[in-house]
């Protein structure tokens, strides 16, 4: 995508997995895309982190702080760049909203289940698998984590 004065532009993203105490993962239902993490895009003048602490409170009503960054998931086709953080809850109500009719703690593996788009199923099982933290995934190609090499 090129701006108005021809400088290449990306939509940057940003999505927390969100584990409660009981190990259970924050999914939210987006009527297009399916079971999924919640997070958006980030906006002018806003960091990636703040955007994933929104798109929380946003989609589903509850406050987290970030604790970690995973990686990266980039689709260069698109011009996508989806940016992965873990995320702490710290309070707030569970609350559906038009984004996300519908939203909850599941426990794992039926969480992972849940997430029947590919991609998105891929990037929580990465975020949950720490031998794979930091990541750099180019999802256009078959997906392989970042190993240094181009």
């Known amino acids: ?7 290449p532009r990306h939509v940057v993203t940003a999505a927390a ?3 409660n105490e009981a190990g259970e993962l924050l ?3 987006s009527p297009r895309r399916g079971w999924e993490m919640p997070g958006g895009q980030v906006e002018q003048g806003e960091s990636a982190k ?7 409170r946003e989609e589903t009503g509850l406050h987290i702080e970030i604790t970690a960054f995973f990686g990266v998931f980039q689709n260069v086709e698109r011009e996508l760049c989806n940016l992965l953080f873990l995320g702490k809850h710290t309070g707030g109500t569970l609350t559906a909203s038009l984004e996300s009719p519908e939203l909850g703690w599941f426990p794992m593996p039926a969480a992972l289940e849940m997430l029947t788009h590919p991609t998105f199923r891929q990037r929580v099982e990465m975020c949950l698998d720490a031998s794979t933290w930091p990541f750099f995934v180019d999802y256009n190609k ?3 984590p ?3 090499e181009a």
Do not use: H
Not at 50 to 56: I, K, Q
């Open 1 to 7: 995508m090129l701006s108005l004065d021809g400088a």
């Open 17 to 19: 997995v969100v584990l």
């Open 146 to 148: 970042y190993t240094g």
């Open 50 to 56: 703040t955007a994933a602490v929104r798109e929380v």
């Open 27 to 29: 999914l939210v239902r």
């Open 142 to 144: 078959p997906p392989r």
